[in-house]
């Protein structure tokens, strides 16, 4: 994303409507992955009650296509969980 699209609330206004979408199908949880590369947590998972569970960190090579990239064009995917019954 460059660097003018950012911090103007387009990932929080994502993740509250699935959020929303998720509750209204019954949904228990709900969960998300993101770049491990960026320099800090996503705003949308700050101050919120979404854990980060470790187990479902991915690297994206492993995402997309099944098998691990070479390092040089790999990033690692943050994976964060949102239990709905608890929101």
Known sequence: MRAEARRRGIGTALARECVRR?????????????????????????GSAFAEPRSFDVEIGEMFTGRSLPPAESWQAQAYRLDLEEA
């Open 22 to 46: 998720s509750h209204a199908r019954g949904a228990k949880s709900i969960g998300l992955h993101t770049a491990a590369t960026w320099a800090r947590r996503p705003a949308y998972t700050s």
